[in-house]
């Protein structure tokens, strides 16, 4: 079984920072993709940042600029620094990871998902 834990969050006043980390553990051959998604009340999740294995990285036009997604290979970790936070950046924060993973004798791809973390961004 594989999983990832994400720390940080919390509330933090417009305009303050906040860093994300997200660990994956368990029976994994490779990660591959890894991202951060969002989700407000009321509204779908949507992408905030994602990054390959070798470090591509994308993100959404609302935090470019703002936010940085980068990861450690070598800790199976990926992590969201946030700065300049607005009122609208509040939301639960949910990190992702494609991956390859043992399942017994074989092996198979896994979309999995962090347990999500709340972001209040307000004064």
């Known amino acids: 079984q594989v999983q990832l834990v994400e720390s940080g969050g919390g509330l933090v006043q417009p305009g303050g920072s906040l860093r994300f980390s997200c660990a994956a553990s368990?029976?994994?051959?490779?990660?591959?993709?890894m991202g951060w998604y969002r989700q407000a009340p009321g509204k779908q999740r949507e992408l905030v940042a994602t990054i390959t294995s070798n470090s591509n990285t994308n993100y959404a036009e609302s935090v470019k600029g703002r936010f940085t997604i980068s990861r450690d290979n070598a800790k199976n970790t990926v992590y969201l620094q946030m700065n300049n936070l607005k009122p609208e950046d509040t939301a639960v924060y949910y990190c992702?990871?494609?991956?390859?993973?043992?399942?017994?004798?074989?092996?198979?791809?896994?979309?999995?998902w962090g347990q999500g973390t709340q972001v209040t961004v307000s004064s």
């Open positions: 992702n990871a494609d991956m390859l993973v043992k399942t017994g004798w074989s092996m198979s791809r896994d979309d999995v």
């Open positions: 368990g029976s994994i051959v490779r990660i591959g993709t």
